[in-house]
T-cell receptor, first 111, second 110 residues
Framework: KNEVEQSPQNLTAQEGEFITINCSYS?????LHWLQQHPGGGIVSLFM???GKKKHGRLIATINIQEKHSSLHITASHPRDSAVYIC?????????????FGKGTHLIIQP | NAGVTQTPKFRILKIGQSMTLQCTQD?????MYWYRQDPGMGLKLIYY???????DKGEVPNGYNVSRSTTEDFPLRLELAAPSQTSVYFC?????????FGAGTRLSVL
């Protein structure tokens, strides 16, 4: 099955830094998701994108369909942003059979 | 509105035992999914359902069974548990491609 690659795998930054997490995929998709998994294990959907850019608070997600690449940015990072960020894609024609997930980026924001 | 509820949160099984992981959602979603998450790996789809009475295999279905008798419930059955089934299991439901996840069940098979 087609892969979803995320980078970096681990990222430690200082509070206030601008954070970028990258996601690339290999074939056409109908949607890309960014998810957040907190240390307690729960998974929350942050964004769903099929084109362009979305913003929610300090989080910004972009996607470039031609380059098969998406980025998640966090502005003015805070220790509470520490979590695993997961990119997942729904392949074109994938229909109901679920998402394909990256391995996640483990982000730690130090005070 | 509880969303997606999974029980139990934790379980330890002995090799060869069986158990059912429960999943229920109160959002009237037709699409439901079971994933497993292994350390250092992305979530992988075990089974999915597009509505009551309809289920299909995902990427890693071996050793598992599901049923979907109602829209709300989508239990996952483990028969003859094996150490390879030690994992964290997530149930999810979806509406217009947005997936809503349960809190997960952490299962150890010893």
């Amino acid at each position: 099955k087609n892969e979803v690659e995320q980078s970096p795998q681990n990222l430690t930054a200082q509070e206030g830094e601008f954070i970028t997490i990258n996601c690339s995929y290999s074939v056409g998709i109908s949607a890309l998701h960014w998810l957040q998994q907190h240390p307690g294990g729960g998974i929350v959907s942050l964004f769903m994108l099929s084109s362009g850019k979305k913003k929610h608070g300090r989080l910004i997600a972009t996607i470039n369909i031609q380059e098969k690449h998406s980025s998640l940015h966090i502005t003015a990072s805070h220790p509470r942003d520490s979590a695993v960020y997961i990119c997942a894609v729904l392949y074109s024609g994938g229909g109901a059979d679920g998402l394909t997930f990256g391995k996640g980026t483990h982000l730690i924001i130090q005070p | 509105n509880a969303g997606v509820t999974q029980t139990p949160k934790f379980r330890i099984l002995k090799i060869g035992q069986s158990m059912t992981l429960q999943c229920t959602q109160d959002m009237n979603h037709n699409y439901m999914y079971w994933y497993r998450q292994d350390p250092g790996m992305g979530l992988k789809l075990i089974y999915y359902s597009v509505g009551a009475g309809i289920t299909d295999k995902g990427e890693v279905p071996n050793g598992y069974n599901v049923s979907r008798s109602t829209t709300e419930d989508f239990p996952l059955r483990l028969e003859l548990a094996a150490p390879s089934q030690t994992s964290v299991y997530f149930c999810a439901s979806s509406y217009f491609d947005i997936q809503y996840f349960g809190a997960g069940t952490r299962l150890s098979v010893l």
